[in-house]
């Protein structure tokens, strides 16, 4: 079965830069969508942004573009998150998850998530 585990997160200043990664097992992910989401108490659900497994195309939410950045290493069945200018807005959990191939980088839902890691920005 698919597990997807985070790791990276902590507590960080205004500014400051900070990765994590997801860790992907249960499968072969070739094609799949691997997407990184935040969520605050309360609210919704956001999508961050998403990496196609085979060829790489990124897609990102305009909050976030040009900041934060997604990558992955196939050989280890690992893809990131590197967040750069971290502001307290950026503070939440977050969730790496992954969905099978055919619905594009922004499904109407991704079938498989993570447990997700604490990202906390001070200012």
């Known amino acids: 079965q698919v597990q997807l585990v985070e790791s990276g997160g902590g507590l960080v200043q205004a500014g400051a830069s900070l990765r994590l990664s997801c860790a992907a097992s249960?499968?072969?992910?070739?094609?799949?969508?691997m997407g990184w989401f935040r969520q605050n108490p309360g609210k919704e659900r956001d999508f961050v942004g998403a990496i196609s497994w085979s060829s790489g195309f990124t897609d990102y939410a305009d909050s976030v573009k040009g900041r934060f950045i997604i990558s992955r290493d196939n050989a280890k069945n690992t893809y990131y998150l590197q967040m750069n200018s971290l502001k307290p807005e950026d503070a939440a959990v977050y969730y790496c998850?992954?969905?099978?191939?055919?619905?594009?980088?922004?499904?109407?839902?991704?079938?498989?998530w993570g447990q997700g890691t604490q990202v906390t920005v001070s200012s």
């Open positions: 249960g499968r072969t992910f070739r094609n799949y969508a």
């Open positions: 998850a992954a969905n099978p191939p055919g619905e594009g980088l922004r499904p109407r839902e991704y079938a498989y």
